[in-house]
């Protein structure tokens, strides 16, 4: 069995010792008699057994094992500060703060934008992002609220419906100049996105779905819809557009309607709730969310539409 520690004051007074230079500093600082700390030393040297102070300068300085334990302490004592501090902090923002998972397309061109909104009308709360690559993101420790898309029959949550979907081929106006009529898919380069989720809308999916012709989808392949934007916005080929991602961007003319079919899918995205009680933060974002939500797409217009 390990020995006890001493006493946590014969340590503190001791590294403040070291650290001020002198008794007379040290009691100073600790709002103590230099009696005390000295009587404090002394305790600490006998319960060691070692000498801490060189009492034969004056000032006494510390030994070679009195400056090695003072380093010890404050590092110890540091440590200790640090981490009542993230406690007090903790506590502090304990109902304040509500962790939302939602994939990275997701987080990027539609929760993000909104939270503005969000703060202005809840500055006293906090919302973390954590993103995924998944249209799916679990309700995993730590995660209080997920925005999914797909059938919204999950049973990890109380599941809110958050709005329809809709989705279009778009493209930079660049490319849907070149064409008459719709942007024929055969005749551009089609960005895709790659995802283990089967309710997500691929290009076959939409051909087929819309009743086009069934062609070889060449293009480039990217693992997140953010990458697949991106490469459209550069003129790289046409992508489904999402009215949940890409609506800002084609309300701001950087891309446009291609012209083809628009495809409303059966899934829709979902509020995923953790079911927990008495958890405020968590209460209220979620109903500003489905809140505003149900005001941007059922134009009720009583919510703010954006930030």
């Not at 094992?65 to 903790?90: F, K, P, V």
């Not at 380069?189 to 691929?202: D, M, R």
């Not at 405020?280 to 009720?300: I, K, M």
Request: charged fraction near 20%; proline fraction near 7%.
């Amino acid at each position: 069995m390990s020995r006890a520690l001493p006493p946590v004051r014969l340590l503190t007074a001791f590294a403040a010792v070291v650290r001020t230079g002198s008794v007379r500093a040290a009691a100073a600082e600790l709002n103590v008699s230099q009696p005390a700390i000295s009587q404090a030393v002394k305790q600490l040297e006998d319960d060691i057994g070692v000498a801490l102070l060189d009492r034969g300068s004056r000032p006494a300085r510390p030994t070679d094992a009195g400056r090695a334990l003072a380093e010890t302490i404050s590092a110890g004592l540091g440590q200790i500060a640090d981490m009542l501090e993230a406690l007090r902090l903790a506590e502090t923002q304990r109902g304040r703060t509500v962790t939302v998972a939602c994939s990275v397309g997701v987080a990027t061109y539609w929760l993000m934008p909104r939270l503005t909104a969000f703060y202005r009308a809840h500055p006293d709360l906090l919302v973390n992002v954590v993103t995924t690559p998944s249209g799916v993101p679990p309700l995993a420790e730590g995660i209080d609220v997920a925005i999914r898309y797909g059938h919204g029959r999950w049973s990890d949550g109380s599941v809110h419906h958050l709005f329809d979907e809709a989705v279009e081929p778009v493209c930079v106006p660049e490319m849907r100049a070149r064409f008459d009529g719709p942007v024929p898919p055969a005749s551009v380069s089609l960005l895709h996105v790659k995802s283990a989720e089967v309710s997500w809308v691929t290009w076959p999916d939409y051909l087929r779905a819309t009743g086009q012709p069934m062609q070889r989808t060449n293009g480039q392949t990217f693992t997140n819809y953010v990458q697949t934007t991106q490469a459209a916005l550069d003129g790289h080929g046409m992508m489904l557009g999402w009215r949940s991602i890409t609506g800002a961007l084609t309300a701001s003319g950087m891309l446009v309607s291609a012209d083809l079919p628009v495809l409303l899918p059966r899934e829709a995205f979902h509020l995923v709730v953790r079911n927990k009680r008495g958890e405020q933060a968590t209460e209220t974002f979620s109903r500003w969310l489905l809140s505003h939500a149900r005001a941007e797409y059922d134009g009720t217009g009583s919510a703010d539409a954006g930030p």
